[in-house]
Structures are given as C-alpha cells and as structure tokens.
C-alpha cells in the first residue's frame, strides 16, 4: 500500500512538514495550497526537496468551488485552474483535487456540471494533469460521492476521475459497497480519515474533530476493503483537520498518522480475508472483475504484521521513586510481601498473591523527556510488564508500528525484557506469563521469600494512567494497535479542576483494564504545579494501580490494623449512598468505618479503597462482586474532590 | 433582580466556590449535590458558613428521573426523595429542582406523571419543601416547558411549581412568549444560560458549552422579560455547564457570572421598556394582570445601570517597552513624530495624524499579575483609550459592572484618566474625545511639535490583542457590556501552530475595532516560550496596531525610503493572488515590491502590510477602498507563517 499524507495534518512550516513526513517513512504527501502559498520556498525548491527526501507529490490541494456556476465565473475559474496547473508543472505534480462546489454554486444541472467539468479535464489535458474530483459532505449540489463518479463517468475524459475521501463517505453514512463497481481508472486518489461519532453539523465535525485511522469509530477496514477490491492500487493518504494534531510536535504526530496507515493496511487485509467468501457466494464476478478469494490478487499489496493475541494479564507494574521509603510504607500497610532486591539493579520486589510491584530507585524522569522537562517528583508510575505469548513476536510487531524500543540493560543470566515507550511514556514491557500466574525473572531478586506471597487471589486489576491531552488519540491507537488492547465507551467526570475525561483500553476477558485519564488542561491558575507540555508532563497528574482482591472488607480491615493512611471519604457521601441505593445498615456503617466506596449497576457490585497519594502515584484497592464490569464511576468525583482537597492544603502550608 | 449561581458552574471545592460567590456579591447559590456529596463540610456547617458570608441557599438540585416510573420504582424514588428532603432540613434550604425524567422513564401517561408527582409534592409539604419540576431539553416523555407547567397545573398542589431554565427553552427554540400567562406562584426558580448556536445535540451542547449570559447567542433579555412580566420575583440565578469555567480561577469566573446577571438586568430592563406600547396594544391585560406599561410596576424590581453610548474611536495606544529604541526605529520609519516626553512620568508621545502612540518605558508587566508571572518581554501592548461622551459616566459603569479600576497617578494640572483592566489585564482609559480629532492631555508633552503632526487622515484602524484561552468568553462580554462594543461573527484561521479563533468587536460605525485573538493553547512542545497561564500570559502571543492610511502604496514607499524592515511576504503569495484576482501586472508588481497584501469582497478592497515584530508587538497599515469591512482575513495565514519562521529562526540561532 503506497502511504501519504496531506501536510495539513501537521503543525509547522511546509519545510518542517516534509522533513517529519520523511522521518515518518511516508511514500508521499498531499501539497496543501495554503502550505505553499506561506512558505518562502519556490515551486522548484519544494520539487527539489521532495525529492531528496524521497516523497513522492501526489495530490495539489484543494481547488474549489468550480463547478455549477454561470458563464462568466466558469471563465474566471479556468483561468484560475490554468494557473494552477502552470505551477503544478514547476512542483513537478501531475494530480489536483477538485471539490464538488460550496459557495459559488448557482445552477443545479448535472448537464451542465458534466459540461464544465469536461472544458476542465480538456484543459488539464492540455498542462498533462489529472483532475480528481471529490463530493464534499457539504457540497450544494455534489454531496454524494457516487453522484460525482456518475459525473466522471458522464464526462469519460482520461483527465477526469473521482477523489474518494472516507471522511465525506462515511460521516453521512452512505453505503461503501457500491465503490466496488468503479472501474480503477476513474480513481484517481484516495483520502483516508476516521472520526468519532459526533453529532455536530458535517462541516465542524470535519474540520476540527478528525482523527487518524483507529483513532475513531469509522468503518474504514470495509471502507478500504472495497476500494481495494475495486482494483484501486494509487496511494491512500491520510487527509485530517484536526485542532490538536494541528498545534502537536509535527514528528511526533507524522509517526502517529504513519503507525494508524500500517494499522489500516492489516485491518484492510483482515477484513478482505474475512469478506471473501460471503462475499464471492453474493456474486463477486459482478464486481470489477475480481474472483475475491484472496486479498493477493488485488491490484493493491496489503503488507502484514506480526500477529499476537491480546495480553493475557499484567506482569507487573513498576513505580520509580528516588527515596522509596513511602512507597514502602503502603505497600507494607497495604498486604505485599518484600521479595527482596535486584541482584544488579536498585530495584525491589514486592509481591501480594499475583500482582507484583517494582520499586525503581531511579528517579522518576519519563525515558524520552529532557530532564528539565519532567517536574521532580517523589514517585510515578514508570513500566507496565503484560504478559504475552511471545514477548519476541510482540515487540517486532510494536516496532513494525513505529514505537520506540526501550530495551533495558541486563546482566548475564537476566531475563531481557522486550519493551517500547507508550505516548506518555510509560515503558511498555513484553513478558512471558507462566500458566500458574508466576513469573521467571522474580528469581533474580536476592533473599526473597520462599514460601509463597501473602495475599492469595490478589491480582492487578488496572491500572490508571495520566495522559497529556496532546497525545490522547495516539495513546488510543497505540494500545488498540500495538497491544491488542480495545477502546471501550469513554466517561466524563467531574473534578474540583475540571472534567476528566477517562478511556479504558481492556482486552475482551478483561484481563488486562488499563485507563487513560485526560486531565483538565492546565492546573487552574494560581497552582503551583507547571502545566503540562512534553513528554513528561502527565507525571504532574495523580495516577494510579489498583489490585483486586476476594474479599475487600477484610483486606480493608487487615491494612488499618497494619496503619495505612485511607483516603477520607466524607459522610455525606454515605448518607448520599444511602439514599440512592437503600443499604443495609450494618453494611452501610462498615463501607463509612473504612472508608470504602460502593457502586452498584445490573451486572454487580463493587467495593473500592483508595489509599493516599506519594508523588504522584496512590493505590486502590478493588472486589469485583458478580459480573460488574466498570470502575465506580459514580465515586470518582468524591475521589478527586478529596485528593484535590489534600493538595491544596498541602501547598498552602509549604 | 435577586442573582443566584449554581456551584457547579465554578472550579474549586464547595468551601471555595462559596466564599468565590460571595466576593463576587451574589445574593444566594444553588447546590449541586455533587458538591456537597464530596465535600468534608456537614449539612450544618455549610447552613453556617453560607448565613457568615450572606447567601440564602437557594435551591438544592438535581432530583432525577423521579416521574413516569412503575409503582416500585416511583417507591424507591419516593424513598430517595426523602432523604434529601431531610438532609435540606439540616440545610436549611426549602426548594429542590426535580428535573423530568430522562433514563428510567417508561410509561408515557400525562395523568400518571401528574399522580406521581403529586405524591411527591404532598410527601414535600410535609417536609416543607418546595418541587421545582423542570422540563429537560432531552426529556425522554418531558422536554418541553408548557408541558411541565400543565402537569404542574394538572397537580395544583402549593408544593408543586416549575422552574424554568432558558438554556432548555431557548437551545429547543421554543416561544417564550407562553410564560407569560404562567401564574407567579406557580414559577418557583429560573434558571438563565447563554450558548453559542451549535448544531450540536442538545446535551452535549448543554453540558460543555454553556456560558453566561451576553456570551453567546440567546435571547435572553426577551425571555427574562417574558419572565418579568408574568409577576415572578425570585432569584434568577445562572447555572452554567463550562468546560473552561470548571478549569478557570473560581473568583474570577463567580465576578464573570456576577457581570452577566447585572448585564442582564440592564437588558431585560431595556427589552421591557422597548417592547411594553407594543404588547400593551395587543392586550397585555391578559398577560398576568399586567398593565404593561412600565418595569417598575413589575414584582421584580431591575436595577439600570449608568448608560454610555459607543466609543467614538480611539484616543491612543500605550506600548510598554523597558527599552524603547526599537519602537522608537520602527514608530519613526512608519512616519510617526515624537511628540516630546510627559513632564513627569517615564512616557513618550508620538502622533500620526490622528494615530497616537504612547511609548512608556515601564517594564511590559501587565497590572494584576505577579512578577515572575509575566514573562520579560521587551515590548507589549500595555493600554487602550477611548473617546467616550462622558469618562465619569463610563467609568461608572465600568465599576458597576465589576471591572477593577486601574487609577494613573497624575500630578497636579494633569489629565486624570479613568481606567480600568480588561480580562487579559489590558488597561481600558476612558478619554474625553475632541470634535476635531485631537486630545487636550497631549499638552503635557513637553518639547512637542508645534505645528500638526505628519500624516494626515492617519487613524487607529482596529488593535488586535492576544486573550489567554479561560479568560475568552469573559473578555467578550466585558467589552460588550463596559464598553458598548458589539461581538461580530468570528474566524478561524490557520497558523503553523494552529488555529487562530479570531473575535472582532466594534462599534456600529467601526470607528472603533477591537480584534480578540484567542491563540492555539499551547505552543508546541519543544518550544522555548512558557505556556499561557495567569494573567500576563497572552504577553507570549504577537499583537498589533493597526493604523489607517488614505494611500497605503505612497505610505509604504515613504516607510520603505525610511529604512522600514517590512515583514516580507513570499513570492508564491503573490502568485496565489494573481490566480484568484487576476490583478493588473502593474498593480500585482507594486504589491509584491513593497510586501503589500490585499484583498477584494463585494463591499471593497483591503490593502496592508506588517512591520517585523518588536518584543511581542508589531504594527499594521491599511488603506480601505469602499466598503472594506473586513481585516484581510485569507491573508492571514501568511502572516502567522511568516512571523513563525521568522520566530524559529530566532529561536534556533539564541
């Protein structure tokens, strides 16, 4: 599959565009006018570095509002297009985009619009280039793409063929079946964007709310299943608006649209496997002359990926502290064992039934981040260990997806750990998970325990992490593509700084829960805490582990007789509790002696603890009753309400 | 009017957003659950702490999903509802808003929603509470505010009455009118909140993107008028779902809040005056038992505020730079003369035409923010005046409307200025404008020119301020309602860092332009600059003045002869323009010689061009041909790509 992207996408200047589309490993781009138009570049330096940078220019873009106008505009329009035809030739591009008309359009008549669009094709034969004409969503008159390939074809003039932008497709839900019909060449460029499902007006929506592929909730394996089926092998290049791709490190965000077209090429892949059969019982000669058994035989290559299964839980989860002695404190309180040091590194183990901790004592600063960047802080969450069937598998598949390696040194005898940095960079390791829910490398830790961890049944049931908002959708992808992981339904929730929005990534067993949390954009003003930017900013954010066990009114009463520091829960939100649900009494005066918060929902009940915060890391304690499937979402205003309430106090005093 | 807020509209925990929205001088509040469920306070001890800071606590809200259930349900919701009847007795606050059912409702029976709530209203009576049942917008059976007020009549019980929320009827298009013939007794709260119009759903609309009153696009004074007349008199109190507000500073968002309501008072006073012989000849007898004639014979009594009429221009524009010569350099090249220093103070004067340009050479921080707060800048824009009928009357009602007032100190025989500070701590100086276009403070200039000042028919066009993101809508409001400035559609455009939303507000006859550019959140990461936060931070964004000129082409020829460093504007610009224009050679080249822009509409022709930047100020020219109402919009990119690079430059060779 031939790559590209339009350099609207990204932040910067057309110079520093090129270069991250380069860097990204594109095949080519799509000239933005606006793009040339503001840049001290001339045409022939453009052409000239593009080539250096081995980019193919694949589509001049966009020329509007053409068609359906009166005589004298069509003349003032073709005058326009020849100009841009003259200079397409100095960038040394031979295909322009042309949208179906918006503003100037005055005359519905698709005779009429055949007519004009053919004098157009005429010309661009005239300069050797391709008009590739796109039904905007919005168009007046064109807003349907199979109304705009009915008008290639009506024209039939080789110069003339159809632009097919997913955007445009899907967000008015039309029916991608029919692309299957076109002939190939009447294709002359497709168009690839996802969204999330918004119910703003088309226009807004397109011009501030896409994302790349995997990004949102379009169907664009079926999209480019069909455009593949329909014998279309030119480039599909990403084409996305999108307000904070738009103001993000331009590398950072060319790697992201590159990591979402290598995802799409395999889901493309997949679905074409998938569809075949059905799809050749329906009558498959019919369509563009493909037999459909097999996605090798379509005019497009589709490249695979290494193949892994979603994780089967987590391995471990690491938290770095310079000073430990706090962490050590609640993890004690909290039922975990000391296994005893690292025989090389300065890290310990602690362990409770299953779920294992790494206490790091290097410092906390985000692996990719300058060390001024990254705020000091006594502790942050650093790794996540996931067990896999094949950590070796996995990581050439994470790699192949463009996530940076972040191999750990090791010693002789030492188990090396496959791992990547996730966007916030959190390391991402790959471990072997052993059937009896142990793992090998807790060998290499010294005078550990022999006898097995206290704390039977206890299991790391998620893990919450802080996303700085400018990678919010990369994080998404990463996990979905990179680690299996699936985007469930997102949650606003309400905190004493603003709404936090929280997206869980789970595999289907729910093995592994792992939550992104978007914090409120900056601290609210007067906070001393500096605002997030960079790779380590959301280590200013509260995150958090949370370990699962059988019985949480025991557990909870075994850490108090053991000291740990709850987090306060307010009586009115007992009495609040009470109301909504009619608790028992009994019940109700335990859940308020320890500090427990409860939620209930059709599928079950769950009983939950926090304990307080050291650095920027807590702990929450969880018992799943029945099937309840979600996170206590009801309680979490009372769990930031709390924590920003202790802070502030705390920064008051200091 | 008797103003209240809801505390959910605020940042901050309940202790916070109290003692906020009595600073502020709010009558009484709202509770919103959440805010009590998650605070440490008792019921009791918030009873005490708001009768300490004297607010009446209004209304405890929301009640959901209360009618139009099966019997076992309603018992449950009967159950729940008396628990909070208590815990308001505790409170000591008699009025809950029930809203209409929107998730469990399943029977849609007018006659048993009135059964329902009915019990409700007789289990109320004998807590002493009053239901307030609102219509939601997204009501699953109730959505619509006639239909709230018939069950409520349908029920006819002293404890059942309605509140009305304007978001819900105006976001759904409803009349207004109705409410009219609505009983007084039976309104028990309103509920106001402005939006901008989206074509968004209703919810999601509601639940981000409200703002207060003269921030968006409702016709709010027609509906508190409506309200007015049908005899109501308690409180009318802003409950107002913000992304921004629940992230922004808590005082300063309850003073926005409390700027709207007097604002809104005033108008809906207006509305009343303007549309009473009208509704009096179309039988206002009918209306509530209102004559129609007056205000002041209304239950509600509305408060006037001092009255100005627009500002005739622009008196001067003050820069701030600790070390002048690059102003000075540059002020000189556009043809500005020194008009002298001020007798005692470190300011400078220079005049063109009717342009005057005050240099002061106090350190660029704006007033209200720290020190270290306010990056060091070697220039900024400091201060704005203008021409007002009466300064003292202007600034009273600057003052009323809860502007801070930034007095100059002056010596004896010096002009005493009335100033207050703008939302991004701009300083506002209300000046006594000349017939003939000259200021008598000019005089305290010594060592001036005697003799008229070059550049004649020179003027202030429109001055361009960069607003720090939470504090946009607040800005919008404060020059609409201080400074009788009207809001114009907005733009959005394109810059390498991302879009630029652009607000003009202007007075009717553009004598004054005001453009509000609210700049992309964050500079991009890897960037030196500091992120905006706190009031001197849109200091980081370039802003400019922009000064008028009948020929613009002689004008820049005169500045080019005096050395000006123009920002230059790329060759391909002029191509683009040449495509879409079809300009005559002559007049093309002319452009492109001198770094001209341009633009053409139907009402006429823009042309302009940039300084290079000084500190974060830079300076505009303009000549309007015709009717030219705009700014030069489409150029606009350019100039952002230009000034980009130009920036990046800088910054990599630092």
Partial sequence: MRTGIATVCLSGTLKEKMQACAIAGFDGIEIFEQDLVTSPLTPGEVRTMAADLGLTLDLYQPFRDFDSVPEDLLAANLRRAEAKFKLMARLGMDTILVCSNVATASIDSDDLRAEQLGRLAALAEDHGVKVAYEALAWGKYVSDYEHAHRL??????????????????????????????????????????????????????????????????????????????????????????????????????????MRSLIWLEEQSAKWLDANAPVLAAAGAGTVAGFAGAG?????????????????????????????????????????????????????????????????????????????????????????????????????????????????????????VFQGFAAPDSTE?????????????????????????????????????????????????????????????????????????????????????????????????????????????????????????????????????????????????????????FGLDPAFLATLQELNLLYDRDADGEFLHFYTATVGSVFFEMVERRGAYDGYGAPNAPVRHAVQYDLMHRLNKTT
């Fill in 152 to 257: 290639v074809e009506a024209v039939d003039h080789p110069n003339l063929g159809t632009c097919l932008d997913s955007f445009h497709i899907l967000s008015r839900n039309w029916d991608t079946a029919p692309i299957e019909a076109f002939s190939p060449d009447r294709i002359f460029f497709v168009q690839v964007a996802d969204a999330p499902k918004l119910s703003l007006d088309v226009l807004s929506w397109s011009r501030h709310y896409r994302v790349f592929p995997g990004e949102g909730q379009f169907e664009l394996a079926k999209f480019m299943g069909h455009v593949v089926r329909a014998g279309y092998s030119g480039p599909v290049s990403l084409e996305i608006f999108n307000d904070v791709f738009r103001q993000s490190d331009v590398e950072r965000t060319a790697v992201d649209g």
């Fill in 295 to 415: 996605r090798r035989r379509y005019p497009m290559e589709l490249a695979t990926l290494p193949q892994v299964a979603e994780p089967a839980g987590y391995n471990f989860a690491e938290v770095r502290a310079a000073d430990p002695k706090g962490l050590e404190t609640v993890l004690g309180q909290l039922g975990f064992e000391f296994n005893g040091r690292h025989r090389t590194k300065d890290v310990q183990l602690w362990t409770m039934g299953h779920a294992r901790v790494i206490v790091n004592e290097d410092a906390p600063v985000a692996a990719g981040s300058t060390a001024d960047a990254a705020p000091a802080l006594t502790a942050a969450i650093g790794a996540l260990g996931f067990d896999v069937d094949s950590p070796v598998i996995a990581a050439a598949r994470a790699q192949q997806l463009k996530a940076p390696a972040v191999p750990r040194k090791s010693q002789a005898n030492e188990e």
């Fill in 428 to 580: 991402i390791f790959l471990c072997q998970g052993s059937p009896d829910g142990t793992a090998a490398w807790t060998h290499e830790f010294g005078e550990g325990l022999d006898a097995p961890a206290a704390g039977e049944g206890a299991v790391i049931d998620h893990v919450n992490l802080a996303q700085p908002w400018q990678h919010f959708d990369e994080a998404v992808l990463f996990y979905t593509s990179a680690l299996a992981l699936e985007p469930q339904p997102f949650a606003e929730v309400p905190s004493p700084t603003g709404l936090v929005r929280s997206q869980v990534m789970a595999t289907a067993d729910r093995a592994v829960r792992l939550v992104l949390n978007l914090a409120p954009l900056i601290q609210r003003e007067g906070d001393a805490q500096p605002e997030p930017s960079g790779t380590g900013a959301r280590r200013t954010y509260q995150e958090h582990i949370a370990f699962a066990v059988p019985d949480l009114v025991a557990t909870a009463r075994a850490c108090k007789a053991r000291g740990l520091e709850f987090l306060q829960i307010p009586a009115n939100y007992y009495e609040d509790l009470d109301a909504r």
